[in-house]
């Protein structure tokens, strides 16, 4: 009876486990595919000067700009929106990263020393994602209480960045850019180990693919974010 306890536990947690590995892997293959669709919407819009004036020849850049918060904030609800509305907001906020990127696309393109500032700040983020979230899924230590700590700091760099734009310290640009990348270190590590102890077998498809969106925006958001930060300290050298 006991062994039969055992194989039936045995056989339960492999089960548990192809699931958690199907889900993860779903979740970083849409993460992929996100900053694809940046990558190559920054590419197309960076070789057209007219769609470049279209997007930020003028006082609209500041909608391209602030785009993003506003999907994340009124487009982007797992709690109250389908997978599929999810996925539609998800690819929308790829597509407008991509056209703000756009700016960098076509430096890089002009600027052989600046393009391979972009190259290196890409692996050097891709780098340290990894990294993080081998971390974030091994560590046993409970890593939520750093959410509220996240947040909050989160909320205050982009007090900061939206003066900064203003005031155009490099300074004040340089601290912005220390903190972004610590705190989204941070993210990365919480939301890998969120999205590890947040599955369940038991839940039915649509609710481990809302959560799964929701898991892809969050990691998505972080590499993009800490590729900024760092190609801000790289195009400095």
Do not use: C
Request: hydrophobic letters at 50%; aromatic letters at 14%.
């Amino acid at each position: 009876m006991q062994t039969d306890r055992s194989l039936d536990k045995a056989g339960s947690k492999t089960v548990y486990d192809a699931g958690l590995h199907k889900h993860l892997q779903r979740i970083y293959n849409r993460m992929t595919i996100g900053v694809m669709v940046t990558a190559i919407t920054a590419w197309l819009v960076s070789t057209s000067p007219m769609l470049l004036n279209l997007f930020l020849g003028g006082p609209q850049m500041y909608i391209v700009i602030f785009a993003p918060l506003a999907i994340i904030w009124f487009g982007f609800n797992p709690a109250r929106m389908k997978a599929s509305q999810l996925k539609i907001a998800f690819f929308a906020l790829s597509v407008v990263y991509g056209i703000s990127f756009s700016a960098i696309a076509a430096m890089a393109t002009s600027d052989p020393t600046f393009g391979v500032a972009v190259a290196k700040s890409f692996l050097m983020a891709t780098a340290m994602f990894a990294g993080l979230s081998v971390y974030g899924y091994t560590t046993k230590r409970d890593v939520s209480g750093m959410q509220t700590f996240i947040v909050m700091g989160i909320w205050g760099l982009i007090a900061a960045s939206v003066m900064n734009m203003f005031f155009q310290s490099p300074m004040m640009h340089n601290v912005i850019a220390g903190v972004g990348i610590v705190l989204f270190s941070g993210v990365t590590v919480w939301q890998t180990q969120a999205m590890k102890n947040m599955y369940s077998s038991n839940q039915s498809e649509e609710i481990n693919s809302r959560m799964g969106w929701s898991a892809a925006l969050s990691l998505y958001i972080s590499f993009i974010a800490l590729f900024q930060y760092i190609l801000h300290f790289m195009s400095q050298r």
